[in-house]
């Protein structure tokens, strides 16, 4: 597939901003170029545009090479780019599964490019036929999300083979909970697909959302499209300095996804015994998405005990249902004896 065929004509022909120590090879002895202040030492200094070293670690953990990744502030910031680099505002437009994150359908907002929403089916797989059926000369990229949020269950790379083999456009795999996932990781595959982009973020199981820092991992000609079209230094020191001492804990990190999905099981099955609860969704994420009989009035309920969750009743397949991270075992016990104390039905 040749990438550039999809990408804006605009974004094709951008000369990027380019800085004095880009061009400038060798040891340099005085900094003279950025109109820095020369002493407040280390935060004077614009940090590094695209933190290769980082990238290094990142591809050491995840597998795949560093020129094949690119870091955004957020994985927020990766799935803009992905509107501004490939989608004309007003003329090209986007499929995704529904419901999924809502920021893919934000973004498609924010830069004027058409959002189609196919509906997953009933057991929250993916309805192939019809999320191809809704492409056309102008879609651009296919989001999946998996882990899927809100629904919590993953896809398998034979289900998103044929996305990738018979769409003429990007497919997006969102893997933000990836980490808690054990269904293969589709970054595996980038270098099979061309046209595919995996993205991963330190918000969730790495426990670092306040960071800003996400990733995408996907070919050459689509990472160095991202970095030309980023502001230059993105991902500022702060967020450099404490992502590379948290790769150093990343067995510890790992240890602690697996105490989640351990304590998530614990919570599931206290939750299925539940009077309150009608089904508990299984889940491959840090959530566990719930029926209950009136998703509004438990909502309403449980604000007013102090334990705030997430009524997404209003969401398509999602009727009554509540999406509940699971926190520590006394926040977890914290929901359920409030569960236990209602007395609404
Ligand atoms: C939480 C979440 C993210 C994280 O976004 P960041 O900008 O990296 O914090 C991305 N995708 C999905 C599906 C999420 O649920």
Known sequence: MDIDKLVRPNILRLKPYSCARDEFKGEAKAFLDANENAYMHPYNRYPDPLNMDLKEVIAGLYGGVARRIFLGVGSDECIDM????????????????????????VCASINDVEYRSVPLNDDFSIDEERLLAST?????????????????????????????????????????????NTVESMIGRI????????????????????????????????VDLFNKVKYPYNINI?????????LADADKVKALADEVIAVRERLASRLRQHRLIKSVYPSQANFLLVKVDDADALYGYLSNCGVVVRNRHRVNLCDNCLRITVGTPKENDLLLSALDSYDGN
């Open 238 to 246: 702060l967020t450099r300095r404490r992502a590379l001492e948290v």
């Open 82 to 105: 992905v509107y501004r680099v490939f989608c004309r505002p007003g003329v090209d437009n986007v499929v995704a599964i529904d419901p999924t994150y809502g920021m893919y359908s």
């Open 191 to 222: 270098d099979d697909y061309p046209n595919l982009i995996v993205l991963r973020t330190f918000s969730k199981a790495w426990g670092h959302a306040a960071i800003r820092l996400g990733m995408a991992f996907a070919s050459e000609p689509i």
């Open 136 to 180: 056309d000369v102008n879609t651009k990229a296919l989001w999946v999300c998996s882990p899927n949020n809100p629904t919590g269950n993953s896809f398998s790379f034979d289900e998103l083979r044929p996305l990738l083999e018979r769409f003429d456009g990007l497919v997006v795999v969102d893997e933000a909970y990836g980490d808690f």
